[in-house]
């Protein structure tokens, strides 16, 4: 049997996964920072060129990150909140 309500649980669970993807979007915004090595026969190909749909995604993984923190924030605060009214009830 768990000791958090299942609505504090999912939320704590909400900024788990907000968390990974924000570290995601930011690894993936760091390499696409990192200067292009240059290539042995020194011409540059399409290949060297950092991929444009990796920022797109990781600017995406941002919205979304912020979004399941907020969400996940919230749903902690209802649970406690709900908690909170259960106690009150039965005192």
Do not use: C, H, W
Request: aromatic letters at 4%; a negative charge; hydrophobic letters at 40%.
């Amino acid at each position: 049997m768990s000791i958090l309500p299942p609505i504090t649980a999912t939320g704590l669970g909400l900024l788990e996964r907000a968390d990974q993807r924000l570290a995601r979007s930011a690894q993936a915004f760091t390499r696409s920072a990192e200067p292009a090595e240059p290539s042995e026969s020194g011409t540059g190909t399409a290949a060297d060129e950092p991929e444009p749909n990796g920022v797109v995604d990781a600017a995406v993984g941002v919205v979304y990150g912020r979004t399941e923190f907020e969400i996940g924030v919230k749903l902690i605060e209802v649970g406690r909140d709900t908690e909170k009214t259960l106690l009150d009830v039965v005192a």
